[in-house]
């Protein structure tokens, strides 16, 4: 199959770039890593002749996106936890984040956000990409390489457990409160 | 189907088949639950959406768009290689076959035993001296191997080459009497050499009134005056 031209990708780029960093720095951990997971996905896409190409195929583009995106990024995040950090000196403070990249950081996301660290990977996974890609039972399972079967048994017990994180968290009284009523 | 079934998560995600949806319609508490998973799954859907998406620096589009556009040029780096690799394989197979059929060709050429020890030595020729004396003189004769040539091709008649005997040599050509300095023992005439065909090799002419009398100076100052 022909290759995709610029401005195939450029329009590929408009609506996948930023779902794919979101979803790779969930694994990550960290934005850069990230974006170069996602960049390297972009570039396979453009090389591999095996790729879903061209109308008709969004959702198999979609998914080859994101598993690609997926394996890079977990390959990017084993690769920094074999990085062991120099310890600062004691006399030279740490830097601060500036503005930036605490706006790119963890500060801004919400407490119900926070909650997710509870779940284990595999449940943070599912239920990023049910709830914030949209993607059905058979395509998370394309994309994780799990089946359908365990893709719905990790939706649900990510979804108990994290009703129970927020039954449990005293800054969610309120919530509980009127969701119980 | 109870409340810890996932398939009461599934019907509230829209993921269910008929029959759990059945299922769950004539039960209230598992109603009750399915719509509770289905407001907080609501509420985590919007928190989600809302999380911040960065997308990739300037850089890295420019160098997937670079890579693109590679991509869909003319010719790829790997096709071009291809190419070269089709036309080097092609030279190899017709160097390759012209080895071989030489080779073949060569070997239908062998020799039958090696140098003839029936060959003759020598050969005699004749020739008249510049009184016009014939003269007969002994020649050594080559002493090549006698090669039989197998064509492998049809051939009218098979080609034997063998050592002529003397005695069937023809005889001497007009042309040989005419070498009278080549024979040994006689006297030969004397050389009439013509002095104005003579090269100078440097020297000037031993005439004084010739106007290149003067000795050449090259190289040297002119006289001081």
């Known amino acids: 199959m022909a290759a995709p031209d610029a401005s195939d990708i450029a329009q590929l780029l408009e609506r996948y770039e930023r779902p794919l960093v979101r979803y790779a720095m969930s694994i990550t951990g960290e934005l850069e890593s990230a974006r170069d997971a996602v960049q390297d996905t972009f570039i396979r896409y453009v090389r591999d002749a095996a790729a879903p190409r061209g109308a008709g195929s969004e959702k198999h583009i979609e998914a080859w996106l994101f598993t690609v995106a997926r394996h890079r990024a977990i390959d990017h995040q084993r690769k920094n936890s074999r990085i062991i950090p120099m310890p600062l000196p004691e006399d030279r403070p740490a830097e601060s984040p500036g503005p930036d990249a605490q706006a790119e950081g963890h500060d801004t996301e919400s407490a119900l956000l926070r909650l997710l660290d509870g779940l284990t990977q595999n449940q943070r996974d599912v239920i990023r990409l049910k709830f914030q890609n949209d993607l059905s039972y058979r395509e998370i399972s394309t994309i994780t390489g799990l089946s359908e079967t365990n893709v719905g048994f990790l939706l649900h017990t990510g979804l108990k457990k994290l009703r129970d994180l927020v039954r449990a968290e005293p800054d969610f009284a309120d919530y509980t409160a009127r969701h119980s009523a | ?225």
């Open chain 2, 1 to 225: 189907m109870n409340a810890t079934d996932p398939r009461l998560t599934a019907h509230a995600l829209g993921e269910a088949d008929s029959e759990s949806a059945d299922l769950i319609a004539r039960d209230t508490a598992l109603t009750a639950e399915a719509a509770q998973i289905k407001r907080f799954a609501a509420d985590l859907r919007a928190e989600l959406h809302a999380e911040p998406a960065h997308p990739l620096r300037a850089e890295q589009r420019a160098a997937v768009l670079a890579a693109a556009s590679v991509a869909a040029g003319p010719a790829l780096w790997w096709q071009r290689n291809t190419a070269i690799g089709a036309a080097a394989a092609c030279v190899a197979l017709a160097l390759g076959a012209a080895i071989y059929f030489q080779a073949r060709h060569l070997s239908a050429l062998r020799p039958v035993a090696g140098a003839d020890k029936a060959a003759p030595q020598s050969v005699t020729v004749r020739w008249a001296d510049e009184s016009g004396q014939p003269r007969v003189e002994p020649v050594l004769a080559p002493r090549a191997p006698v090669v039989e040539a197998r064509p492998s091709y049809p051939s009218p008649a098979p080609a034997l080459v063998r050592a002529t005997e003397p005695a069937k040599l023809p005889p001497a050509k007009p042309a040989l009497e005419n070498l009278p300095t080549l024979v040994a023992g006689s006297t030969p005439a004397p050389i009439k050499v013509d002095p104005a065909t003579v090269p100078m090799n440097g020297r000037l002419p031993a005439d004084p009134e010739s106007t290149n009398a003067a000795p050449l100076r090259v190289g040297t100052k002119p006289p001081a005056r």
